[in-house]
Every structure is written in C-alpha cells, then in structure tokens.
C-alpha cells in the first residue's frame, strides 16, 4: 500500500509564501505523473498543477506564474511553492500520484489526506 503524506500548509497573509511537500512512501516500484489539486468549500476539486516524471509541468490558468511545482525522484517527494497568495487560493491542498508497487504492474491513484491553506486578505 501507499501513503502520501502533504505538510507546509496553514495561515498566511495575502502576498505571502508557502511550500507544501508531499512525501510518498510504501511499497513503491515507480511513480508516473504527480500533481496538487485542490477544493474550496463548496465548489468543485480543481486540478493546480501536473508534473511529469523528467519534470515537464503544466498549471491552472489561476496559478500560473504564481506557483512552481517540482519533484524528486530519489525520494519520491513533489512540491509545490506558493508566492503571491490571495484569498482565492484559501483551499484544502491534495497531493496526487500515479503510483506503481511491486504488488501490481499497472499505475494506481494515489491521494493524500489534503492540507489546509488559508489565505487572509
């Protein structure tokens, strides 16, 4: 099984800064794609940021600029540097990886438990 465990969330004024990261571990063969997405309340989970394993990343329209996802492989960790904050971007954060154990030879979703960051005007 995996675990995907996000940390560096919490209470930041807008402008300000934070580094969530996301640590995967268990009984890991490989992982593909990784990404951040995260959910409001009251509105849909809505996709942030991608990041392919040789490190070719892509962005919501809203972050882009703003935000820069990165990874690294050796550790099988990605993260995600917030700059620029606004209220809008008050959300819960969700780690997200295509993961494959050596209990299967398929890639499976993974997610974490999400982190909260809150964004004060």
């Known amino acids: 099984q995996v675990q995907l465990v996000e940390s560096g969330g919490g209470l930041v004024q807008a402008g300000g800064s934070l580094r969530l990261s996301c640590a995967a571990s268990?009984?890991?063969?490989?992982?593909?794609?990784m990404a951040w997405h995260r959910q409001a309340p009251g509105k849909q989970r809505e996709l942030v940021a991608t990041?392919?394993?040789?490190?070719?990343?892509n962005y919501a329209d809203s972050v882009k600029g703003r935000f820069t996802i990165s990874r690294d492989n050796t550790n099988n960790t990605v993260h995600l540097q917030m700059n620029s904050l606004k209220p809008e971007d008050t959300a819960v954060y969700y780690c997200?990886?295509?993961?494959?154990?050596?209990?299967?030879?398929?890639?499976?979703?993974?997610w974490g438990q999400g982190t909260q960051v809150t964004v004060s005007s």
């Open positions: 268990g009984s890991i063969f490989g992982i593909n794609g």
């Open positions: 997200y990886a295509d993961v494959r154990t050596y209990g299967r030879n398929m890639y499976f979703p993974y």
């Open positions: 990041i392919a394993p040789r490190g070719i990343s």
